[in-house]
């Protein structure tokens, strides 16, 4: 059977190539065929839905009935979390642990959404005239495109549409290729909810094809992207011409960092995490662990011990910590950069290894792998591997920390293992990074804004400034004063 694109409301088969729905694990196993969309679909998507969002009944309608929607969708997703989450997991190949989790965080989102817009206030200003009463109030854009990665479909999905939406815009919908399916089904939960015909489409297809189609159109007014720095770099070339504003969450290289007063067995199962879980398939993933001299070999060893023991399976298998990486051609990608760590002169402490015997034999599956020996200067150091790859780099003193924290082109997240606080606090003020965490890692909240420093993007989602990054602000000046303005009067003659 064939999946349809959903098309301003509309489901239809879509008028370009025929794509493959591949599971990880075993790429023998076709998850589903999938048509993608043609420049004329792209064409009426955006068309429909500038009509749609200029609706009154749309665009008038008021905060709280657009919240009715979102807190409809939030509770959908809770009802299929098990269903989405195996979609999910066929989708990408995360455990299904994670996969839940993922879903679960997606119905928070769009719940934590519904509340803000509903609660959100407009702001009378600050008056500094007795004849004019000014405030500030704020419009959605019109047609935003949402560019999605593929690590956590789901979650990176939700995140975007739900405030486009609450903020009363229209938005077009480009999933990753590889994980179009989880797409396809919020679709038919937005509907399900309540959302008008016409405010939402999800095309399926190349990003070069139709995600540039889509970002180009003079008619979409924003684009809010979470994905790579060389794509991200290029959309904002596109929206630097047209004059709209863009959302990009890119990529990441970042450093976690052990102080010699740190809970040892807390940082090094927290590193791990940090590292492996999600196969470090995650943008902010801590790929580059500090740790003191006078503890180095200490957390080295229990770092080893833990990494030995993690379970390397199925995903669908519980108890699984590391599944599959997403594709064949990515891990060829970060087995060369393991490969190029050990010519750079560094040492595999453990993994390395692409598993290709029994079960794992027609997946995508790569050892977790910890890499000593190497600066931070090294290329595998700098760039990001997007893989189950930590390289260990000792250090002597905070300045020294610092210096070679902070030596990377991007700047999205950070870990701090210590007892003291004054000094976690004192570095994650001088980490050059969007989000810092002190004694945990990869651990959000929906309310606190996040993005990155440096390359690692523009903007911010989450938060309530999450919500009003989807629309534009004007400002209202109402006259009190009941005399007429004598500019124009004649002069009076002596």
């Known amino acids: 059977m064939i999946k349809e694109i959903y098309v301003a409301g509309e489901w239809r088969v879509g008028k370009g190539n025929m794509i493959e729905s591949i599971f990880p694990a075993d790429h023998r196993i076709v998850n589903a065929q999938l048509s993608t969309a043609s420049l004329d679909d792209v064409e009426d998507a955006i068309q429909k839905a500038e009509q749609s969002w200029r609706e009154p009944s749309w665009r008038s309608s008021l905060p709280f009935q657009r919240a009715k929607i979102l807190y409809k969708v939030a509770d959908l997703i809770e009802a299929r979390a098990d269903e989405l989450s195996r979609l999910q997991t066929r ?127 003079p008619l979409v007014k924003k684009i809010s992207f979470t994905g790579g720095t060389n794509t991200g770099r290029h959309l904002a070339h596109i929206a630097a011409e047209k004059l709209i504003t863009t959302s990009l969450e890119l990529g990441g290289k970042s450093p976690t960092i052990i102080l010699p007063d740190a809970d040892i067995e807390l940082a090094c199962k927290g590193i791990a995490y940090g590292i492996f879980s999600s196969a470090g398939q995650a943008c902010i ?83 977790p792998t910890i890499i000593t020996g190497l600066s931070n200067q090294a290329q595998t150091c700098q760039e990001e591997i997007f893989g189950p790859v930590l390289v260990v780099l000792p250090y002597d003193n905070e300045q020294d920390l610092l210096v070679q924290a902070n030596d990377s082109c991007y700047g999205l997240a950070a870990g701090i293992w210590t007892e003291n606080y004054r000094k976690a606090w004192q570095l994650a003020k001088a980490l050059e990074v969007g989000t810092v965490w002190i004694n945990t890692y990869k651990k959000f909240s929906i309310s606190a804004p996040f993005g990155g420093y440096k390359e690692s993007g523009i903007g911010r989602e989450k938060g309530r400034q999450g919500l009003l990054a989807y629309t534009q602000q004007k400002s209202i000046y109402i006259g009190l004063n009941e005399q007429p303005n004598n500019w124009s009067d004649p002069f009076n003659r002596v």
């Open 91 to 217: 989708d990408n190949g995360k455990p299904l642990a994670e996969t839940k989790g993922l879903v679960l965080s997606a119905a928070a989102t769009a719940r934590y959404v519904a509340a803000a817009c509903e609660s959100m206030d407009e702001e009378l200003t600050s008056q500094r005239a007795n004849d004019v009463l000014t405030m500030s109030i704020h419009e959605p854009v019109g047609v935003v495109a949402a560019i999605t990665p593929w690590n956590s479909p789901i979650a990176s999905e939700v995140q975007k549409l739900a405030p486009a939406l609450a903020a009363g815009n229209a938005v077009i919908l480009k999933p990753a290729e590889a994980t179009s399916l989880i797409a396809l089904e919020l679709a038919k939960i937005f509907e399900e909810a309540g959302l008008p015909k016409g405010l939402l489409s999800v095309l399926v297809g190349k990003g070069s094809v139709v995600g540039e189609a889509i970002v180009k159109h």
């Open 285 to 367: 993933a801590g790929s580059r662990l500090f740790i003191h001299r006078s503890i180095y070999k200490q957390c080295l060893e229990r770092l080893i011990d833990i990494t030995q023991n993690l379970t390397i399976g199925h995903p669908e298998q519980a108890g699984t910590h590391v599944g599959p990486l997403i594709s064949q051609a990515h891990l060829a990608s970060v087995d060369r950069y393991v490969q190029l760590a050990i010519q750079e002169g560094g040492k595999v402490e453990i993994g390395g290894q692409i598993l290709s015997d029994g079960d794992f034999s027609n997946g995508s599956f790569y050892t």
